[in-house]
């Protein structure tokens, strides 16, 4: 079983930056491929990044050259470093796990709300 918990949401202007973490409960989190999903107002939970259990890492278009993801295993938690922000990134944002051979998701953590003021 693991949980998670995000923190570092909150209210920025547009252009600001945030980093938000991800904590992480449980053993074996180097197994884990990490995800961040955002649910915007009124819309469907959308794919963000993603890092694999040896780094890798995956990016939606839309936060590409913006967003940078990374995990630190030695403290179970990953990160979302947040640059030139847009009012469109205004959402809530998880923090998901999953095991290398599973095929979906299976931990999401209760969410961070991120709001960006033009």
């Known amino acids: 079983q693991v949980q998670l918990v995000e923190s570092g949401g909150g209210t920025v202007q547009a252009g600001g930056s945030l980093r938000l973490s991800c904590a992480a409960s449980?053993?074996?989190?180097?197994?884990?491929?990490m995800g961040w999903f955002r649910q915007p107002p009124g819309r469907e939970r959308e794919f963000v990044a993603r890092v694999g259990s040896v780094g890798s890492t995956v990016y939606a278009d839309s936060v590409k050259g913006r967003f940078t993801i990374s995990r630190d295993n030695a403290k179970n938690t990953v990160y979302l470093q947040m640059n030139s922000l847009k009012p469109e990134d205004t959402a809530v944002y998880y923090c998901?796990?999953?095991?290398?051979?599973?095929?979906?998701?299976?931990?999401w953590g209760q969410g961070t709300q991120v709001t960006v003021s033009s």
């Open positions: 998901g796990a999953r095991r290398v051979a599973a095929r979906e998701y299976e931990y």
């Open positions: 449980g053993r074996y989190f180097s197994n884990y491929n």
